[in-house]
């Protein structure tokens, strides 16, 4: 049949054939491109972890970096995490991902240990797919051993909708990652269906405030009500609060203004690799030197 295109793909070392019709509208098309191809990526050492910065607002001090996942395909080039991390989620190829993503944080750490660049902790995401695996702790723990790091050293963001979900699992989850001493953070805090009651319940330590507050800072007013509003409730809590996507000296004299903890964006530092070429990154990555903090710099 000529109007039937087969797709070949190599999944757990069967050959599994696709069909599709021309029907198919092309966004399916492309995601199933991107699949196969993604499906492959991790064996041909086409992923790779940039990372960046998270800072104290009252001493410019690196608390952390967060790991952010790259992917670059021989033919297509760079391929946007917003992209491929959905096709990731579908096709469950997140979860192998997951754990190379862990694995390869977890060596960076050992590696920054040995030329003593970084101190601080890495903070890895964690997609809802993996946050439901009834054996994720078990792995975790296995990847954590065996690459034998502090697991004081270690962060992990997840997303409001995944604890809501199932609150009562995912509690436990947590605590038991959070005993070994991880650190955890909801990222993209008001994006989602924010109940104000569960973050009582939920034993976070960080709350990251999404970069589409943040953005209009200083012109917008409602976010401005609402970033303030949020920095009291989760301080009222007892949890700490980072800004997502700073990129400018206003957002952060806001941010600091009102008593916000951390912050990270482009303001400080994009994503980097972690093997340094350039000065920038070496100085962005150390923080057993205090930073002069980013107000104070003549910019
Ligand atoms: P996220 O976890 O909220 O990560 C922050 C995103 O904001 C990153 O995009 C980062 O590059 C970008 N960003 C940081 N500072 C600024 C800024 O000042 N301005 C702007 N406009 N953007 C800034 P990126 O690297 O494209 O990642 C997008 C999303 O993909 C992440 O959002 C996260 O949800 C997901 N992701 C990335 N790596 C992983 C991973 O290893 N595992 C999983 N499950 N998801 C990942
Ligand atoms: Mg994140
Ligand atoms: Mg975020
Ligand atoms: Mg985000």
């Known amino acids: 049949n000529s109007d039937t295109a087969m797709y070949q793909a190599k999944a757990s070392g069967r050959n599994n054939y696709r069909f599709y019709s021309p029907e198919m509208d ?26 960046q910065p998270i800072v104290s607002l009252a001493s410019g001090e690196i608390m952390a970096v967060e790991a952010l996942l790259r992917w670059t395909h021989p033919v297509m080039g760079v391929v946007s995490p917003a992209r491929f991390i959905p096709v990731a989620e579908d096709s469950s190829l997140i979860l192998p991902i997951g754990e190379w993503v862990l694995e390869t944080a977890c060596r ?29 702790v078990k792995r975790f723990t296995h990847i954590i051993e065996r690459t034998g790091i502090d697991p004081q050293r270690l962060g992990m963001e997840i997303t409001e909708s995944v604890i809501m979900e199932n609150l009562d699992s995912s509690i436990r ?5 959070k005993d070994m001493g991880v650190e955890f953070s909801l990222d993209d805090f008001g994006t989602g269906y924010s109940s104000l009651s569960y973050l009582k319940r939920f034993p976070v330590d960080k709350l990251k405030i999404d970069q589409s507050f943040v953005r209009d800072l200083v012109n917008d007013h409602d976010d401005e009500a609402l970033v303030k509003a949020i920095i009291a409730m989760a301080h009222s809590l007892k949890i700490r609060v980072v800004a997502e996507g700073v990129e400018t000296r206003q957002q952060l004299d806001f941010l600091r203004e009102q008593h916000c903890d951390q912050y990270q964006g482009y303001y400080f530092s994009r994503p980097l690799p972690p093997t340094n070429s350039c000065s920038r990154k070496t100085e962005t990555m150390r923080t057993n030197q205090k930073q002069t903090p980013p107000s104070n710099r003549q910019d």
């Open 173 to 177: 989850m947590l605590q038991s990652l």
């Open 108 to 136: 960076q750490i050992r590696e920054w240990d040995k030329t003593k660049q970084f101190s601080g902790r890495v903070v890895v995401n964690l997609s809802p797919r993996q946050f439901r695996q009834g054996d994720l």
């Open 26 to 51: 092309a966004k399916a098309a492309d995601r199933l491109m991107l699949e196969n191809n993604l499906r492959r990526a991790l064996e041909r050492n086409e992923l790779s972890l940039h990372y």
